[in-house]
């Protein structure tokens, strides 16, 4: 059973920066494809940005072009998401997720961007970005 846990959210100014965590048990994380996603208050949860299974590709959401970047270490199992430039709203839980790869090596080149996509999930942590 893959199990998720982010870490790194809090209370930060504007303008600020956090790198949120996600790290990764039960499975290895090499050929996981990973993606970030969030939930403001009173919103549905929203698509972020996401790394292929490969760690070559990535795709974002144009709301985080230049201030997020996503990465990975295997050897921590661990995916990360540097968030620069942060703006209040930002504000939102964040969620990690995974995506079980198919036998296809193929699919290591891919981007998945619906939630539908994601088997696996962590618990999410909040970042609030102050004005």
């Known amino acids: 059973q893959v199990q998720l846990e982010e870490s790194g959210g809090g209370l930060v100014q504007a303008g600020g920066s956090l790198r949120l965590s996600c790290a990764v048990s039960?499975?290895?994380?090499?050929?996981?494809?990973v993606g970030w996603f969030r939930q403001a208050p009173g919103k549905e949860r929203e698509f972020v940005m996401s790394?292929?299974?490969?760690?070559?590709?990535?795709s974002y959401q144009d709301f985080v072009k230049g201030r997020f970047t996503i990465s990975r270490d295997n050897g921590k199992n661990t995916v990360y998401m540097q968030m620069n430039n942060l703006k209040p709203e930002d504000t939102a839980v964040y969620y990690c997720?995974?995506?079980?790869?198919?036998?296809?090596?193929?699919?290591?080149?891919?981007?998945?961007?619906?939630?539908?996509?994601?088997?696996?999930w962590g618990q999410g942590t909040q970042v609030t970005v102050s004005s």
């Open positions: 039960g499975r290895t994380l090499s050929r996981y494809a």
């Open positions: 790394l292929s299974g490969s760690g070559g590709r990535t």
């Open positions: 997720a995974a995506h079980r790869p198919g036998p296809n090596v193929t699919e290591l080149l891919k981007l998945w961007v619906s939630e539908d996509e994601y088997e696996y």
